[in-house]
């Protein structure tokens, strides 16, 4: 290949590794800037949930139609498409005049979102051959991991500076850039859907089947005290699994099937994404709840949140490319395995740092090992999964990849808020008997705690009222040491949960893995 090939492939992945950034950066940047929305909109944080839940329910679930496309009609056309559908919705999202139409412009952004990460991997991996394509794998993992992790250093700087309609403008030259270099630098791959019809039927029930399960955990997560049981819950989620499941035996039964189910009885496929569901359950997951420890219990400000976290996220950049070329002459399986295993004594490390006076001082060891699990693991996974990938797979490999990490994330989410809520009740109800005050107002109290739950707890424990009773310091600290016990366990379970991905990685992924490992015929 000669060097000016060699130059148009790196502008490429530059062009790529923009709109992956982008689209995953979207998940999490809104996260900060919903108080000023609050304010702006004149509207309640409930209300904003859709800002946020739009935005991850569309991406998860148009993540594999997205892939499915992409494999039939040429990957750079959709990721083109979905790119300039991404810069439009950034900017509509900039302009909404009500909160209705900024839902909506966060739908249309999701789509656009799903289209460019579901493709990325795998225009990486036909854009790039041998050793070039685990370092370009590699970079490509870095950004993911980088743009997981910095929603709230870039979001905090930009709310705070240009307001929070700059959140989504900042999408759009960028895109335009990503858009021209796409066109000009990026390769196609070869249409597979010339001989073959869309599977519409698997598209609609895997629509329907993803988006009733994340929307049940969603409504979970909303309403923590609501008992699995309860229909408005149950009747989600199961119904969302009985939908997958027809969609398993319609895929099994027609000719040209959205996804072939028989990926997924290769064991080194299995691993990988159980790898992706342990990145999101464990990892991106935690984020969320380490922000808030930072901001609300700690004091630091959005800002001084996002640049302690460079702790986690700059390892991204420094390992990306490193962990590419060694996975070119190291076995990519027991990288991960150890890798997730220094992730696990990360979090370990968190949970016993966890103090009423904790401060960034006592966390920032185990903030690094997370940040060099990330760093490691998300580029080496990128690369094994591709491995032994045939190339009308490669697109669809990439979109359940992403969606195990992103229905990870959810789950996580949903569980390690349901772990902190009950450890934080139950540490109430045995702990503030023992104040001092009478008994309507310690039960009045108690109630508000509880229903607001360990985030909120917080403004509730140190609201001015509060402050001037003489009961309030007691008060404080058995409401600190609440919320302290709830982040322990939620440390130590997404240290249990990163543990178990890395045992399953051991025992499932290969060392190396070549197409004609797998017993499929190529399309003809």
Same mark, same amino acid.
Do not use: C
């Given at each position: 290949?000669?060097?000016?090939?060699?130059?148009?492939?790196?502008?490429?992945?530059?062009?790529?590794?923009?709109?992956?950034?982008?689209?995953?950066?979207?998940?999490?940047?809104?996260?900060?800037?919903?108080? /000023?929305?609050?304010?702006?909109?004149?509207?309640?944080?409930?209300?904003?949930?859709?800002?946020?839940?739009?935005?991850?329910?569309?991406?998860?679930?148009? $993540?594999?139609? =997205?892939?499915?496309?992409?494999?039939?009609?040429?990957?750079? *056309?959709?990721?083109?498409?979905?790119?300039? $559908?991404?810069?439009?919705?950034?900017?509509?999202? @900039?302009?909404?005049?009500?909160?209705?139409?900024?839902?909506?412009?966060?739908? &249309?952004?999701?789509? @656009?979102?799903?289209?460019?990460?579901?493709?990325?991997?795998?225009?990486?991996?036909?854009?790039?051959?041998?050793?070039?394509?685990?370092?370009? %794998?590699?970079?490509?993992?870095?950004?993911?991991?980088?743009?997981?992790? #910095? @929603?709230?250093?870039?979001?905090?700087?930009?709310?705070? !500076?240009?307001?929070?309609?700059?959140?989504?403008?900042?999408?759009?030259?960028?895109?335009?850039?990503?858009?021209?270099?796409?066109?000009?630098?990026?390769?196609?791959?070869?249409?597979?859907?010339?001989?073959?019809?869309?599977?519409?039927?698997?598209?609609?029930?895997?629509?329907?089947?993803?988006?009733?399960?994340?929307?049940?955990?969603?409504?979970?997560?909303?309403?923590?005290?609501?008992?699995?049981?309860?229909?408005?819950?149950?009747?989600?989620?199961?119904?969302?699994?009985?939908?997958?499941?027809?969609?398993?035996?319609?895929? $099994?039964?027609?000719?040209?099937?959205?996804?072939?189910?028989?990926?997924?009885?290769?064991? !080194?496929?299995? @691993? /990988?994404?159980?790898?992706?569901?342990?990145?999101? +359950?464990?990892?991106?997951?935690?984020?969320?709840? %380490? /922000? +808030?420890?930072?901001?609300?219990?700690?004091?630091?400000?959005?800002?001084?949140?996002?640049?302690?976290?460079?702790?986690?996220?700059?390892?991204?950049?420094?390992?990306?490319?490193?962990?590419?070329?060694?996975?070119?002459?190291? #076995?990519? *399986?027991?990288?991960?395995?150890? #890798?997730? $295993? &220094?992730?696990?004594?990360?979090?370990?490390?968190?949970?016993?740092?966890?103090?009423? /006076?904790?401060?960034?001082?006592?966390?920032?060891?185990?903030?690094?090992?997370?940040?060099? +699990?990330?760093?490691?693991?998300?580029?080496?996974?990128?690369?094994?999964?591709?491995?032994?990938?045939?190339?009308?797979? =490669?697109?669809?490999?990439?979109?359940?990849?992403?969606?195990?990490?992103?229905?990870?994330?959810?789950?996580?989410?949903?569980?390690?808020?349901?772990?902190?809520? +009950?450890?934080?009740?139950?540490?109430?109800?045995?702990?503030?008997?023992?104040?001092?005050?009478?008994?309507?107002?310690?039960?009045?109290?108690?109630?508000? %705690?509880?229903?607001?739950?360990?985030?909120?707890? !917080?403004?509730?424990?140190?609201? #001015?009222?509060?402050?001037?009773?003489?009961?309030?310091?007691?008060?404080?600290?058995?409401?600190? *040491?609440?919320?302290?016990?709830?982040?322990?366990?939620?440390?130590?379970?997404?240290?249990?949960?990163?543990?178990?991905?890395?045992?399953?990685?051991?025992?499932?992924?290969?060392?190396?893995?070549?197409?004609?490992? &797998?017993?499929?015929?190529?399309?003809?």
């Amino acid at each position: 290949m000669d060097k000016q090939s060699k130059s148009k492939q790196w502008i490429a992945l530059l062009a790529m590794g923009l709109g992956v950034f982008m689209g995953l950066l979207d998940v999490t940047v809104v996260n900060v800037a919903l108080p /000023t929305m609050a304010r702006g909109f004149n509207t309640t944080f409930t209300n904003l949930q859709w800002v946020l839940n739009a935005y991850t329910l569309v991406y998860a679930v148009t $993540l594999m139609i =997205m892939s499915k496309l992409g494999d039939m009609y040429g990957r750079k *056309k959709v990721f083109l498409g979905s790119l300039i $559908l991404f810069v439009i919705a950034s900017a509509i999202n @900039g302009m909404a005049p009500s909160l209705f139409i900024l839902d909506i412009g966060r739908g &249309i952004q999701a789509i @656009g979102g799903a289209g460019m990460m579901s493709l990325s991997m795998a225009l990486v991996a036909s854009n790039f051959e041998g050793k070039q394509r685990g370092l370009a %794998l590699g970079i490509l993992g870095s950004i993911i991991g980088v743009s997981s992790a #910095s @929603g709230p250093l870039i979001g905090g700087y930009l709310v705070e !500076h240009f307001g929070w309609p700059a959140i989504f403008y900042v999408n759009v030259p960028f895109g335009i850039i990503a858009v021209i270099l796409t066109i000009f630098y990026v390769a196609e791959t070869p249409s597979y859907g010339k001989n073959h019809k869309i599977d519409l039927v698997g598209m609609i029930l895997s629509a329907i089947g993803l988006f009733a399960i994340i929307y049940g955990l969603i409504v979970k997560e909303s309403h923590p005290h609501w008992s699995w049981l309860d229909f408005r819950v149950s009747g989600l989620l199961i119904g969302g699994v009985i939908v997958m499941v027809i969609f398993v035996l319609v895929e $099994l039964r027609v000719e040209d099937p959205m996804m072939d189910i028989k990926m997924f009885k290769r064991p !080194h496929f299995l @691993g /990988t994404i159980a790898v992706a569901f342990a990145l999101g +359950a464990g990892i991106y997951a935690y984020n969320a709840f %380490l /922000t +808030a420890l930072m901001q609300n219990y700690i004091g630091y400000s959005a800002v001084q949140t996002g640049v302690r976290q460079l702790t986690i996220s700059a390892w991204s950049l420094i390992l990306g490319p490193v962990a590419g070329i060694l996975s070119a002459r190291y #076995s990519k *399986k027991w990288m991960i395995v150890v #890798s997730l $295993l &220094i992730g696990g004594l990360g979090f370990f490390s968190m949970a016993k740092a966890i103090s009423p /006076t904790v401060s960034f001082v006592e966390l920032w060891p185990g903030m690094v090992l997370m940040g060099l +699990a990330n760093g490691m693991v998300n580029p080496l996974l990128n690369t094994a999964g591709m491995e032994g990938a045939l190339p009308n797979e =490669m697109g669809m490999v990439s979109g359940l990849l992403n969606v195990f990490r992103q229905f990870g994330t959810t789950v996580g989410v949903v569980g390690l808020g349901l772990i902190q809520d +009950a450890q934080f009740e139950n540490y109430l109800n045995a702990n503030l008997h023992h104040i001092s005050m009478p008994t309507q107002a310690l039960n009045g109290i108690k109630e508000a %705690l509880i229903n607001a739950g360990p985030f909120s707890g !917080h403004s509730i424990a140190f609201s #001015s009222r509060i402050e001037k009773a003489p009961f309030a310091h007691a008060l404080q600290q058995v409401v600190i *040491k609440a919320y302290d016990n709830g982040m322990a366990a939620v440390a130590i379970t997404s240290g249990v949960i990163v543990v178990l991905g890395a045992i399953g990685a051991a025992f499932l992924m290969r060392n190396r893995m070549a197409t004609q490992d &797998i017993e499929l015929k190529q399309p003809k």
